[in-house]
């Protein structure tokens, strides 16, 4: 079985806290993608990474940066927190087009 | 760019009933088609996928969908709705050129009284 993990499944942050969000899967899958999951409007992706050190822009990277230096790892940045990055991410890895997500982390940024 | 609408926010179903979401897409070419279940607290799980051939998918826990290209519609079914089953239902399309990107709708809420 595919499992992708992230590190933590809640976590609580100050306003202008630099927030690192990791994610390992151990299929040795090309691809990851950063989602954030919010009500009413579904997963939109932030970031994904097709090869170690490649990474391409989703539907709402500002305010975030990403990092793959292991196939296996793919991490989220942001670089400064602010409030209205409170959300739940997700992470996935692809396979022949079928993604396989994390358990998510649920971010609060107060 | 494709987009993938669930019409349904929320659907309220007896324990026991049959079970239907719809889900909508727009894409110029025959794309992929997924539904995901989400229960509370957890990460997506792949219920089922179309990617060609027959248009009737069957997938995991009972679940099926139909792919039906003149009314760009995917929508998944149970003919007998269990407890378990009240969740977050997302339907994704794929791009058959792209093979990175999916489009997720809005998700539709499952909510199964006793």
């Known amino acids: 079985d595919v499992k992708v993990t992230q590190s933590s499944r809640y976590l609580v942050k100050r306003t202008g806290e630099k927030v690192f969000l990791e994610c390992v899967q151990d299929?040795?899958?090309?691809?990851m993608f950063w989602y954030r999951q919010d009500p009413g409007l579904g997963l939109r992706l932030i970031y994904f990474?097709?090869?170690?050190?490649?990474?391409e822009k989703g539907d709402i990277p500002e305010g975030y940066s990403v990092s793959r230096e292991k196939k296996e790892r793919f991490s989220l940045i942001l670089e400064s927190a602010s409030t209205n990055q409170t959300s739940m991410y997700l992470c996935?890895?692809?396979?022949?087009?079928?993604?396989?997500f994390g358990p998510g982390t649920r971010l609060t940024v107060l | 760019a494709q987009s993938v609408t669930q019409p349904d926010i929320h659907i309220t179903v007896s324990e026991g009933a049959s079970l239907e979401l719809r889900c909508n897409y727009s894409?110029?070419?025959?794309?992929?088609l997924f539904w995901y279940v989400q229960s509370p607290g957890q990460g997506l799980q792949l219920l089922l996928k179309?990617?060609?051939?027959?248009?009737l998918v069957q997938g995991i826990k009972g679940f099926e969908a139909e792919f039906k290209r003149s009314q760009s519609s995917f929508n998944l079914r149970k003919p007998s709705v269990h407890w378990s089953d009240a969740a977050e239902y997302f339907c994704?399309?794929?791009?058959?050129?792209?093979?990175?990107?999916?489009?997720f709708g809005a998700g539709t809420t499952v909510t199964v009284r006793a």
């Open positions: 996935a890895s692809q396979l022949l087009n079928e993604q396989f």
């Open positions: 299929m040795d899958h090309e691809n």
């Open positions: 990474s097709y090869d170690v050190k490649m990474k």
């Open positions: 894409y110029g070419a025959t794309p992929y």
């Open positions: 179309y990617f060609s051939g027959d248009t």
């Open positions: 994704a399309v794929g791009e058959v050129d792209n093979d990175y990107k999916l489009s």
